[in-house]
T-cell receptor, first 113, second 114 residues
Framework: DGGITQSPKYLFRKEGQNVTLSCEQN?????MYWYRQDPGQGLRLIYY???????QKGDIAEGYSVSREKKESFPLTVTSAQKNPTAFYLC????????????FGQGTRLTVV | KQEVTQIPAALSVPEGENLVLNCSFT??????LQWFRQDPGKGLTSLLL?????REQTSGRLNASLDKSSGRSTLYIAASQPGDSATYLC?????????????FGTGTLLAVQP
C-alpha cells in the first residue's frame, strides 16, 4: 500500500535530550513537510523540503532540525533547544507542483517527562 | 499574509441532518484548497481537493465548493451519520515566492448524535 509511515506512534523525551521522529513515504513525492499540532491551534509548519538535499524553515523551525538525504525519508530531530516540545507531530508529502494533493501520516505524539 | 478561518469551531447535529462547514481565507491568490478529516489522536485524511479554477468537487455524500473571489469554501455533508464525527480542517496552498506549503484553519469539531 502506498502511503506515509511515521514512527514511533508515541515518544517520550527527558529534559535535555534530542529525539528523532521518522517519516517515510512510498508515494514517489518530491515534497515533504513537518507540522506541529497543539490543542486549540491549527497546524504549524516546522520545515519543508521540495527536493532531495534541500529543505527550508517553516514558521516555527527554532529548536528543530531535519535532513533529506533520500527522496523517501524526511526525519525530524527535536533538539534540547526546543523549550516546549510536547505536541502531536505530523508528516506530509505531495508532488512538487503547486496543484497536487497532500497526504499525511498518522502522527507521532511526543511527551516530555 | 494568508490566514484561514473555520466557523463554527464546534457543531453538534442529529443523525440524518444535512450540514455545511465553512472555511474562509484572506488572500484569493491560491493554487487550491483541500479539505481533511482528523479523528482523535490520528493523522489527517484527505477528503477533497479543489483547484483554483474549479467551483466544486464531489465525493459520495461530500460536496465542497470554492468561491475564490470572496475567499470562501464550504463542505456540505449530506445525510450525516455518527461515523462522520471528527474534526474537519481546510487548508489552502497559497501563491508566493518559492514556497509550497499548506496553510490550515483551526478546524470544526463535528459531533453527529445517533
Amino acid at each position: 500500500d502506498g502511503g506515509i509511515t511515521q514512527s514511533p506512534k508515541y515518544l517520550f523525551r527527558k529534559e535535555g535530550q534530542n529525539v528523532t521522529l521518522s517519516c517515510e513515504q512510498n508515494l514517489n513525492h518530491d515534497a515533504m513537510y513537518w507540522y506541529r499540532q497543539d490543542p486549540g491551534q491549527g497546524l504549524r509548519l516546522i520545515y519543508y523540503s521540495q527536493i532531495v538535499n534541500d529543505f527550508q524553515k517553516g514558521d516555527i523551525a527554532e529548536g528543530y532540525s531535519v535532513s533529506r538525504e533520500k527522496k523517501e525519508s524526511f526525519p525530524l530531530t527535536v533538539t534540547s533547544a526546543q523549550k516546549n516540545p510536547t505536541a502531536f507531530y505530523l508528516c506530509a508529502s505531495s508532488g512538487r507542483e503547486m496543484n497536487t494533493e497532500a497526504f499525511f501520516g498518522q502522527g507521532t505524539r511526543l511527551t516530555v517527562v | 499574509k494568508q490566514e484561514v478561518t473555520q466557523i463554527p469551531a464546534a457543531l453538534s447535529v442529529p443523525e440524518g441532518e444535512n450540514l455545511v462547514l465553512n472555511c474562509s481565507f484572506t488572500d484569493s491568490a491560491i493554487y487550491n484548497l483541500q479539505w481533511f478529516r482528523q479523528d482523535p489522536g490520528k493523522g489527517l485524511t484527505s477528503l477533497l481537493l479543489i483547484q483554483s479554477s474549479q467551483r466544486e468537487q464531489t465525493s459520495g455524500r461530500l460536496n465542497a465548493s470554492l468561491d475564490k473571489s470572496s475567499g470562501r469554501s464550504t463542505l456540505y455533508i449530506a445525510a450525516s451519520q455518527p461515523g462522520d464525527s471528527a474534526t474537519y480542517l481546510c487548508a489552502v496552498r497559497a501563491w508566493g515566492g518559492a514556497t509550497n506549503k499548506l496553510i490550515f484553519g483551526t478546524g470544526t469539531l463535528l459531533a453527529v448524535q445517533p
